[in-house]
Every structure is written in structure tokens, then in C-alpha cells.
């Protein structure tokens, strides 16, 4: 019994460090590149492109069948017919998906009265055809718990795209640096991924056994992503809308520094938490949830320390990496880096839920943050501007909390207590570093809220 508890804490704590060591380095090279791009090009470029990732995201995420986690947490997704049979899947829904974005193109470009749209587009749909040829081998390091060549190989893709996107933005500083820039790193993840478990080949092939299960297993994340892409990503197709692009790319800057924590948290629950409860799903829900538990309140407690500091510096970043058409992201920042904290506990739990098999209570949870974002996202920024609308969006997912903690509780498998102690904690440590701020006489981190 003893070894049994030490196997999740082990494997948790080295996947935890490896993982989010690596994407620390990610983000450090996404970062720099991406101050380069935004002194090199018009915050109205970025506005457009924030429009164009936003439906390209949106287009993947509206067809996520599963594959991914269906060869992680099946039995047999390990066997060559079924990871043969997920990996053709993906093929055909990579044209399918390539085709789609096709035929949007002349409907988006009227909806944003963009006419660029209608070029932009259809180079932007070659982009899931590319990455419907990738191999499912990062699945099964996923599956295998093999972080360190997964994560590995994850930091070539990141320094090479950031080479190349800012070497296309060097030589021509025009919206097509960031067309193309975006098309790197799929191309190099599709060649790539075919060479990191040898002796693991792909074939076409489909057997129809594996294919209903892959499907089987995938309404819920289907209905789940539909959800989820909605929910996360509505902010920017309304903004879109109602703020001029300049503005929308300045949001757009404070909105990729914060989402870098929730990507980091997302990579962590796939590539660690996910995949090992998964495998220790048939354990008792007791003895799971107490080999889980000490290493997740640790966790916890210094993602509120390490929040609060990004929280109280985060007008100071953006001062120092921007220039002054930037500015305005030195107050939308810490708001939104505020609001992380519910993400990253919606997440984490997120993340149990599905690895135990139930990722309805996921989608639950995914509706009731979109409901808040479509009828408050509006509302807020009519009453109160853009100031409003950051607002909600930063507190999006705090009905999502509660909606994932009902489905928790059910299961047995609730962290409550942990949470609400890491909660107080957080916003206390907020609040000793405002104060030491204005102690210093440098005001709050939420003084230019307009």
C-alpha cells in the first residue's frame, strides 16, 4: 500500500517540475519574440490576427473528437490498429476542417468588413491539413509519462517558429510576416513528431471497433470544446466588433502575457495530471484523492505566491517591454492575471474529473461560463467600456469553478478545503503587496483603470 501512495506523488512532482521548467523556457522565448514582432508591426495587424487565431482555434476546437485523450486513456491505445485508426481520423478531419475554413472565408471578412480576410484565409486554411498528418507518437509519450522528450521536443517547435516568425517580421514587416510566421510551427511539429519513438510507423487504416470508441469516448469532449472555445474565446469575436483593432491588439497583449499561466497549467493537467489519473483511475476514490492531495495543495499554494507577484508587476512589465502604444495593457494586465486564479483551479480539477471518466461535468461547467461571458461580456462593456469588459472576462471562470467543484463533490473527489485556504492566501499576498507598493510610493497595480 505504501509503494501504491508513492507512485502518483513521484511521477506527479518530477512531471510537474519537468513540465512546467520547460514551459517557463516556452514562454520565455514566446515572449521575446513577441515583443520583437509588436515593435516591428502596427498594433492593427495584431488586431487582425487576433481575429484570425481566434477562428482558426475556434474551427479546431468545434470538431476535437477526442483523439488526443482517446489514445491516452484507452486500454488499447497503445496497440499499432488503434493508434493507425486515430491518427487516419485525424487526417480526414484535417481536410475537412481545411475545407470549412475555406468556405467561411467571404462570410468572416463581410462580418469584420476586412477585405485582407479573403486572402489571409485561405493561406491560414492550409494549416489543418499540415497538422492532420501528425503522428500520434506525442500522444503516447503522453500516455507513457515520458515529459522529458515530449517537453523536449515542444521547446525546438517554440525557438524554431519564434526564429522564424520574427525573421519574416524583420525582413517584411507586413501582415503576411504573421500569416505565414503562423504556419512554422505546424510544419515542424508534423515533421517532427514522426521521429520521436522509434520504431513507431503509421499506416491508413481503420478499424471500425476503435473508431466507435474513439467517438464514443469523444461526444463529451466534443460538446465540451464547442464550449470551451465559446466561452474562452467570445471576448475577442465580440471586441471585434465594438472596439477598433488598434485597441483590440493592445488587449490582445495583455490577453496572450495572462493566458501564458493558463497555458502553462493546461499543458501540465495534459501532459501529468490527466495521463496519471487516468492510469490510476481504479484505485478507490479515497485512496486517490489522498495520494493526489498533498502534492496539489503544494502546488496550490505556489501558484497564489507566484500569482500575486505577476498580479502586483504587472503594469511594470508592460511599461518595460512596450512602447507607448501599448500602454493601455499596463492596467487590463493584472486585472486579468487576478481572475487567473479560478482558472487555474477550474483547470486543475478539470483535469481529475476527465481523467476518471467523466468529462460531462465538464461540459456543465464550460455552459455556465459561457452563459456569464454572452450575457454579461456585452452588458459590462455598454455600462462600463472596455474597463467592464475586461473585467468579466477576467472572472469568467469562476462559475466554471463551482460547476466542476458540483461534479467533484459527487465523485468524492473534492479539494474544496485546499481551495478556499490557497484563495485566501492569494488575495491576502495581493493585498501585502499593494500596500508595500504604495509604501514605496508607486502607487497600485490598478491605479489606471479607466
Given at each position: 500500500?505504501?509503494?501504491?501512495?508513492?507512485?502518483?506523488?513521484?511521477?506527479?512532482l518530477?512531471?510537474?517540475i519537468?513540465?512546467?521548467g520547460t514551459?517557463?523556457?516556452?514562454?520565455v522565448v514566446?515572449?521575446i519574440?513577441?515583443?520583437?514582432?509588436a515593435?516591428?508591426l502596427?498594433?492593427e495587424?495584431?488586431g487582425i490576427m487576433t481575429i484570425?487565431?481566434?477562428l482558426r482555434?475556434g474551427v479546431e476546437?468545434?470538431s476535437?473528437?477526442?483523439i488526443r485523450q482517446?489514445?491516452i486513456s484507452?486500454r488499447?491505445?497503445d496497440q499499432p490498429d488503434?493508434?493507425?485508426t486515430a491518427w487516419?481520423?485525424?487526417?480526414?478531419r484535417?481536410?475537412g476542417?481545411s475545407?470549412v475554413f475555406?468556405?467561411a472565408?467571404v462570410p468572416?471578412?463581410?462580418?469584420?468588413?476586412a477585405?485582407?480576410l479573403?486572402?489571409i484565409l485561405?493561406?491560414i486554411?492550409s494549416?489543418?491539413a499540415?497538422v492532420?498528418?501528425?503522428?500520434t507518437q506525442p500522444?503516447?509519450?503522453?500516455?507513457?509519462?515520458?515529459?522529458?522528450?515530449?517537453n523536449?521536443?515542444?521547446?525546438?517547435?517554440?525557438?524554431i517558429s519564434a526564429?522564424g516568425?520574427?525573421g519574416l517580421?524583420?525582413?517584411?514587416?507586413?501582415?503576411?510576416a504573421?500569416?505565414?510566421?503562423?504556419?512554422?510551427?505546424?510544419?515542424?511539429?508534423?515533421?517532427?513528431?514522426?521521429?520521436?519513438i522509434?520504431?513507431v510507423?503509421?499506416?491508413l487504416?481503420i478499424?471500425?471497433?476503435?473508431?466507435r470508441?474513439?467517438?464514443?469516448?469523444?461526444k463529451?469532449i466534443l460538446?465540451?470544446?464547442?464550449l470551451?472555445?465559446l466561452?474562452s474565446?467570445?471576448?475577442r469575436?465580440y471586441?471585434?466588433?465594438?472596439?477598433?483593432f488598434?485597441?483590440l491588439?493592445v488587449f490582445g497583449?495583455a490577453?496572450?502575457?495572462?493566458g501564458?499561466?493558463?497555458?502553462?497549467i493546461?499543458?501540465?493537467c495534459s501532459?501529468?495530471?490527466?495521463p496519471?489519473?487516468?492510469a490510476e483511475?481504479a484505485?478507490?476514490?479515497?485512496?486517490?484523492?489522498a495520494?493526489?492531495a498533498?502534492?496539489r495543495?503544494?502546488f496550490?499554494?505556489i501558484?497564489?505566491?507566484?500569482?500575486?507577484?505577476f498580479?502586483?508587476l504587472?503594469?511594470f512589465i508592460?511599461?518595460?517591454m512596450?512602447?507607448h502604444?501599448?500602454?493601455a495593457?499596463?492596467?487590463?494586465?493584472p486585472?486579468?492575471?487576478t481572475g487567473?486564479?479560478?482558472s487555474?483551479?477550474?483547470s486543475?480539477n478539470?483535469s481529475?474529473?476527465?481523467?476518471v471518466g467523466?468529462?460531462?461535468y465538464?461540459?456543465?461547467?464550460s455552459?455556465s461560463k459561457l452563459?456569464?461571458?454572452?450575457v454579461?461580456?456585452?452588458?459590462?462593456t455598454?455600462?462600463y467600456?472596455?474597463?467592464?469588459a475586461?473585467?468579466i472576462i477576467?472572472?469568467?471562470?469562476?462559475?466554471?469553478?463551482w460547476a466542476?467543484?458540483f461534479?467533484?463533490r459527487r465523485?468524492q473527489?473534492?479539494?474544496?478545503?485546499?481551495?478556499v485556504?490557497?484563495?485566501?492566501?492569494?488575495?491576502?499576498?495581493?493585498?501585502?503587496?499593494q500596500?508595500?507598493r504604495?509604501h514605496?510610493?508607486?502607487?497600485?497595480?490598478?491605479?489606471n483603470?479607466?
Open positions: 500500500m505504501p509503494q501504491s501512495t508513492k507512485l502518483p506523488r513521484t511521477k506527479l518530477f512531471g510537474a519537468s513540465t512546467l514551459f517557463g523556457l516556452m514562454q514566446r515572449l519574440a513577441g515583443v520583437a514582432i515593435r516591428l502596427s498594433p495587424l495584431l484570425v487565431y481566434v482555434f476546437l468545434l476535437d473528437i477526442g482517446s489514445v484507452n488499447e491505445g488503434f493508434y493507425n487516419t481520423l485525424q487526417i480526414g484535417g481536410f476542417l475545407l475555406l468556405l472565408t468572416v471578412s463581410k462580418l469584420y468588413d477585405p485582407i479573403l486572402w485561405p493561406v486554411s494549416y489543418f499540415i492532420g498528418f501528425t503522428s500522444f503516447l509519450l503522453a500516455r507513457r509519462m515520458q515529459t522529458a522528450r515530449l523536449g521536443f515542444d521547446v525546438a517547435l517554440e525557438i526564429i516568425r520574427v517580421a524583420f525582413v517584411s514587416p507586413t501582415i503576411w504573421l500569416v505565414f510566421g503562423s504556419l512554422i510551427q505546424p510544419i515542424a511539429r508534423t515533421i517532427g513528431s514522426h521521429f520521436l522509434p520504431g510507423g503509421h499506416r487504416y478499424s471500425k471497433d476503435y473508431a470508441q474513439i467517438f464514443h469516448f469523444g463529451w460538446v465540451t470544446a464547442v470551451f472555445f466561452a474565446n467570445f471576448d469575436l471586441l471585434a466588433k465594438v472596439i477598433p488598434a485597441l491588439g497583449i490577453r496572450n502575457l495572462s501564458m499561466v493558463t497555458d502553462g493546461a499543458r501540465l501532459i501529468v495530471i490527466f496519471l489519473v487516468a483511475a484505485k478507490p476514490r479515497a485512496q486517490l484523492r495520494d493526489l498533498p502534492v495543495f503544494a496550490v499554494m501558484c497564489a505566491f507566484c500569482l500575486s507577484i498580479v502586483t504587472g503594469d508592460i511599461a518595460a512596450y512602447d502604444r501599448y500602454q495593457a499596463g492596467w487590463m494586465l486585472v486579468l492575471v487567473l486564479w479560478f487555474i483551479l477550474a486543475l478539470e481529475i474529473l476527465i481523467g467523466r468529462p460531462k465538464t461540459t456543465v461547467a455552459s452563459f456569464l461571458i454572452v454579461g461580456l456585452p452588458l459590462a455598454t455600462w467600456g472596455i474597463a467592464g475586461v473585467g477576467a472572472f469568467g471562470d469562476l462559475p466554471r469553478y466542476i467543484l461534479g467533484q465523485l473527489l473534492s479539494f474544496l478545503r485546499q481551495d485556504i490557497a484563495t485566501v492566501a492569494f488575495f491576502a499576498l495581493i493585498l501585502l503587496w500596500y508595500m504604495l514605496f510610493h508607486l502607487g497600485t497595480s490598478f491605479d483603470i479607466p
